[in-house]
């Protein structure tokens, strides 16, 4: 066992599962867990699941409790990351699952967060294909900070952007709708996510262009177009599912219909992660289940002038703690693939 | 109690569902009860809600069966129900809840359905607006053929229908994405619909222009923008929940923004079974289950230069069988509204 | 319409389905709706499904508020209805939805809640079955004062008590197993009933003789059985459903096998929310959603030498809003079925 | 890379989730994949959470194709399976995860299943503890035919053996109510197990004495209880989630209710997949999905006079697939734990 990891926000769903990933990890080990309000509760009262670590208790969070790591995870709310990340030593590799390093732009930030912009940090999605045909995996070896990307941007990002960077699509009239699983919600007790009122219903939220992922979105297809401004439309639906992301992305055609499908064969021809289906066969969020795994496919509707591309992740999985695993094993130096499971608990 | 109606195809989803309308129904009672492959079978088998119906056997789908009743109501497979309509007396009204006599355009018919054309009907959705400021329910008073709108395709033409009538959206790239229960794809034996396979899953289905709504839609939007011709993308989802459809459907805003929710409320300020939410509340299923009732909600977002309108209704209620009594209502004379009910079971 | 009926706890599920219920019937109206949290809210951002009542305002929960209706049905917390009901003339029909008027047994009340017994009311359970051949309906024409029973004690009474009251079945070792919705919980905001929770589990609660529901039970069955003491093993499962309840209970045969499903028969024949269902056909949940129905099943193990018995209701229907309401017509003088849906709303 | 597995029946869930768990184990490699109806098939289109094993096409379920191979796991329907088994060689371990090596008592199978008996193979469940102390492990290394036991039969025996194996429960008088997933059921096309007919609903099966898991079920208990005839009173019910199983199990108590929960504590003291829980802590199918995990508590009712035990398995993971491999572990001479998940994928 090499490194140490330890979690900030362990109570939370991001923690557990990233608890759960790394109990399976051959060279990452399991350090301090820590939370907040349920700071002193015993970890399993929390993740049942974890059974393995039954005698762990939370400690608060704070820089002490943290220290002493080879790596530290934040898995807490936007606007506190940052907080607790300024407090790190720089030669500890900290992995960020909020959104408070993620964009680069700190206009785009302030109008969607309204605070002080804490600054980026190198991008955690390693498959991010851009226009000059580089991908986003090669500012990940050596850095000693990374942005762990929103889970519904991850969805959206891994299903257009092969199309963008190819130039088969047009970047200035997107609309992608979701179908989100609960957890993505976190855990926080609010009366819309009571089991009563998911379960049997879908539902809208954040419409009209003011969900905070967006401007995420925009800068990620942005790179893949290599620069030209993106339009997008994006409405997030709760279904009655815990877990899953499946998003259905459109754009206007741009190029010929007959080399859409190789512009997203040849993006995720190697990728280990990411994979573009047989022809035919569309993605469903159940194959992907508890992995860190993106299935994608892609067809052209002629008639409506426009590529429909869908992606499924698991949210917590390749959506949250298992792209922040597979960006520090890129980071430390590691096999990029160890410890990660590849096939969803299905059906 | 005035009339009798006949149920052929009672064994599946939409016919339960019209027993159980017409059991709560003050004037329409249930007649003759038909089937195809479960015929013989006591009608409690196949819908143990029924119990109040628990001495019922259904009958061979024949001409004869249906016949000495006011209305028959068809629930069948399309290309079966015009063939059954086609031996039924001109005097009785009959309503097809299937696919075969709702398009105008025979070409439509066949480039999607692939065989002849059975010829149209009036068309149930009295809700849908024209551009002339009328709505359909006018072609239904004493009609004697109705032709029941699709399910998807109702949710889809009253989310949007208002902005087209009214010219603040665009009708040459609208995309629309519903999120489905599983009962509208009905009783039949296949893999994908098995409980297993969807709990805990979202899956798209029918991608790339290939749903035969899609003619169906068309029309119906056609008819609200006064002819202009209908670009539409369309994407369903089915998500893990029984009954009801999500449609988000989006169109580029081509008027004023700020005429955008008068476009809405004015179209459905009398409807009794449409109801545009009060503002910032988005609709769900849950609150339209078992109701005949469509939930609607309209923003802009500008930045998209996009107009979102959602609708939710219950597939077999307002998607169906609700549409059927609603549209037999009309015909026979009797209030619209009567033994329809209009709260949804929730949560 | 003759009575109008105010709802105190009108912002909770219970206090919901009363609504619900209350839209559709036809003597009934609905009066003062009340909250005490939620008190100043629109009663429509708490239900979205009383579309027709969207005008309405939750006032808070005082005697002042309540008075001028005919009727006043309490949805509180137990404690609380006793309280409120304490305040409410003599003269006003009032029914209580929480536990504080159900027992008889002081000592039980006090050992089960830890506070003051509030004293008994006539119980609402018009189908219970008395050893000496009559029902519990008995007891509620005229009343001015009745106590809803428990949704779980519903299910659980309804499947045995006719095999207690012909003696077929022993009262000394009873077993009921429930799988249970969730929302017979409410709304309130604990963790284990967020929907990323509940959605893919089953899990039980209240496990080994301490659930408040075991006192009622036992009360209702010692009433069947004629006076014998009752010995009941009571554990609830939640799983993910919002509605329903699913009662598996099973005692030791103690007569003939043969007469055991006569004893059900009998006692269910002229009931008309209280079905047997036909012999081979089990209950289902989903056959009862929405419905003031209980399907019931039996069978004799004549290995185990036990009788199981099956019952499945709708716990916000059968179970709380339809009880109330059915109570209240017999109270009234109103025709018992009025205004109460039988069918339920499957699938 | 020791040993290759040859899986006859993969098209199944049990065969889904054999390869599944095979593609994470460091000594065991997927060879041969069979199906019957589904010979011909690429692998994928029944199973796309096996993307790794794209490439894969199902062969015809023949000796011939499962020649080769160091082992050979069967998922076939019961009857199937002994007829295959019977045409491969000695030398090769096979693993039966039908029933038809379970029982050594060829009259049971005979009254519960109607065929002839196709003889016994050492059972395996290695934790189920017996009354001299030893545990049904024993039996395993070195075998080469080996029953994999039913995953209702799992779930009730690991839930109360413990307590027969210590006296503290009585054989006489034992029932157990399940919840289970509907996985279990496995694909087979039947109407019951459509997804619209099983969300939002429970319902009972095989109920009164005729479930063919019974007599497995006593052999096990008989076997704790060191000879003693189980009677046993047997209701599984189907609930909305694709897999797990959660086990309630009452049986009278027999000894010192302070004895009880040390019972149960000593026999999973050490085993690494089956757990006692934190006293207070309930068993929830969620926290061992995908997992080759048994989460276990007890408590004791003293009113009741019984003793409540309740277990929590995944019905494919431990339930099948994970105690296939977990026995063939043992039957190689490998550690009994390797390449099984013991972390569920919660939520």
């Keep these: 066992?090499?490194?140490?990891?330890?979690?900030?926000?362990?109570?939370?769903?991001?923690?557990?599962?990233?608890?759960?990933?790394?109990?399976a990890h051959p060279e990452l080990g399991v350090g301090t867990v820590t939370a907040h309000s349920k700071a002193g509760d015993r970890l399993i009262a929390h993740h049942p699941q974890l059974i393995e670590l039954a005698d762990r208790t939370l400690e608060p969070t704070t820089a002490e409790a943290l220290?002493?790591?080879?790596?530290?995870?934040?898995?807490?709310?936007?606007?506190?990351?940052?907080?607790?990340?300024?407090?790190?030593?720089?030669?500890?590799?900290?992995?960020?699952?909020?959104?408070?390093?993620?964009?680069?732009?700190?206009?785009?930030?302030?109008?969607?967060?309204?605070?002080?912009?804490?600054?980026?940090?190198?991008?955690?999605?390693?498959?991010?294909?851009?226009?000059?045909?580089?991908?986003?995996?090669?500012?990940?070896?050596?850095?000693?900070?990374?942005?762990?990307?929103?889970?519904?941007?991850?969805?959206?990002?891994?299903?257009?952007?092969?199309?963008?960077?190819?130039?088969?699509?047009?970047?200035?009239?997107?609309?992608?709708?979701?179908?989100?699983?609960?957890?993505?919600?976190?855990?926080?007790?609010?009366?819309?996510?009571?089991?009563?009122?998911?379960?049997?219903?879908?539902?809208?939220?954040?419409?009209?262009?003011?969900?905070?992922?967006?401007?995420?979105?925009?800068?990620?297809?942005?790179?893949?177009?290599?620069?030209?401004?993106?339009?997008?439309s994006f409405t997030p639906t709760l279904v009655p599912m815990s877990r899953g992301i499946l998003a259905t992305v459109t754009a206007k055609l741009s190029g010929d219909a007959g080399s859409v499908r190789a512009a997203w064969a040849d993006a995720y021809a190697d990728e280990p992660f990411v994979h573009l289906l047989p022809e035919g066969q569309w993605p469903t969020t159940a194959a992907v289940l508890g992995a860190n795994t993106a299935h994608v496919q892609v067809t052209v509707d002629e008639a409506a002038g426009r590529v429909v591309a869908i992606a499924a992740i698991d949210n917590l999985a390749k959506g949250t703690a298992g792209a922040a695993i597979q960006s520090a094993n890129l980071a430390l130096g590691l096999p990029e693939t160890l410890g990660l499971p590849t096939t969803g608990v299905a059906p």
């Design 67 to 232: 220290a002493g790591h080879d790596v530290v995870i934040l898995a807490l709310p936007h606007g506190t990351s940052a907080q607790v990340a300024a407090q790190l030593p720089d030669d500890v590799l900290v992995l960020d699952c909020g959104a408070d390093h993620r964009l680069t732009d700190a206009a785009a930030w302030q109008r969607f967060y309204g605070t002080e912009h804490a600054g980026s940090w190198p991008y955690g999605l390693p498959e991010l294909v851009r226009k000059d045909g580089g991908k986003q995996r090669d500012a990940l070896p050596g850095a000693k900070r990374i942005a762990v990307p929103g889970c519904n941007v991850t969805a959206v990002t891994l299903a257009l952007a092969p199309g963008l960077a190819a130039g088969v699509v047009a970047p200035d009239d997107i609309v992608a709708v979701l179908a989100c699983g609960t957890s993505g919600a976190g855990k926080s007790l609010k009366p819309h996510l009571l089991a009563s009122e998911i379960m049997g219903a879908a539902s809208p939220y954040a419409v009209g262009g003011v969900h905070r992922h967006i401007p995420e979105i925009q800068q990620n297809l942005q790179l893949a177009s290599g620069g030209a401004p993106v339009t997008l």
């Design 1 to 23: 066992m090499g490194a140490t990891v330890a979690i900030a926000g362990a109570s939370g769903y991001a923690g557990g599962e990233l608890l759960r990933l790394l109990l």
